[in-house]
T-cell receptor, first 111, second 112 residues
Framework: EDKVVQSPLSLVVHEGDTVTLNCSYE??????LLWYKQEKKAPTFLFML????IEKKSGRLSSILDKKELSSILNITATQTGDSAIYLC???????????FGQGTRLTINP | NAGVTQTPKFQVLKTGQSMTLQCAQD?????MYWYRQDPGMGLRLIYY???????DKGEVPNGYNVSRLNKREFSLRLESAAPSQTSVYFC???????????FGPGTRLTVT
């Protein structure tokens, strides 16, 4: 059974801190790994990672995939209160053409 | 270009009632998905459709049926609603060679 696990499930930090969110997966046929940010409504896309070791960056957010370790991390530097959200990791499975999601990490940034 | 649209936004049902959640996308995506989201559970796949004319069960299909009416539309039907189906339902579509799912705004369903 395809499985995606995120850790921690919940994280509370102060504004300005740097955070690292983790995602590990066990799937039958990996195509890519995706990160989403969910505030109050629908998840919004952050990154898609396909190749191991190549960092994707967008402003203060960055992510990297380690195919050998079957995992990915999402880093957020100099956090701001607007970064408070649930961060979801998902794996796109080849053949079945489906996204399998982890449970999400609820990140809270206190001023 | 509206992306992914879902109707209704909110719905309250009584146990045993039926209803259909509608989803449409205008991005010419092949794949469409229905997820439910419950607190602490992330998103769980109910059904998906890899292409027009095909549908497959996901992780939690019991109590639901789907129809891929055409390339644009993918509906989710609850034949006899149960309180355990109280959840937020998201539809998504994807162009799998590029990015993953683009999500609709969600439907908040309460079954009493």
């Amino acid at each position: 059974e395809d499985k995606v696990v995120q850790s921690p499930l919940s994280l509370v930090v102060h504004e300005g801190d740097t955070v690292t969110l983790n995602c590990s997966y066990e799937v039958t046929n990996f195509r890519s790994l995706l990160w989403y940010k969910q505030e109050k409504k629908a998840p919004t896309f952050l990154f898609m990672l396909t190749s191991s070791g190549i960092e994707k960056k967008s402003g203060r957010l960055s992510s990297i995939l380690d195919k050998k370790e079957l995992s990915s991390i999402l880093n957020i530097t100099a956090t701001q209160t607007g970064d408070s959200a649930i961060y979801l990791c998902a794996v796109l499975v080849v053949g079945a053409q489906k996204l399998v999601f982890g449970q999400g990490t609820r990140l809270t940034i206190n001023p | 270009n509206a992306g992914v649209t879902q109707t209704p936004k909110f719905q309250v049902l009584k146990t045993g009632q039926s209803m259909t959640l509608q989803c449409a996308q205008d991005m010419n995506h092949n794949s469409m998905y229905w997820y439910r989201q419950d607190p602490g559970m992330g998103l769980r796949l109910i059904y998906y459709s890899a292409s027009e004319g095909t549908t497959d069960k996901g992780e939690v299909p019991n109590g639901y049926n789907v129809s891929r009416l055409n390339k644009r539309e993918f509906s989710l039907r609850l034949e006899s609603a149960a309180p355990s189906q109280t959840s937020v339902y998201f539809c998504a579509s994807s162009e799998t060679e590029r990015r993953g799912g683009i999500f609709g705004p969600g439907t908040r369903l309460t079954v009493t």
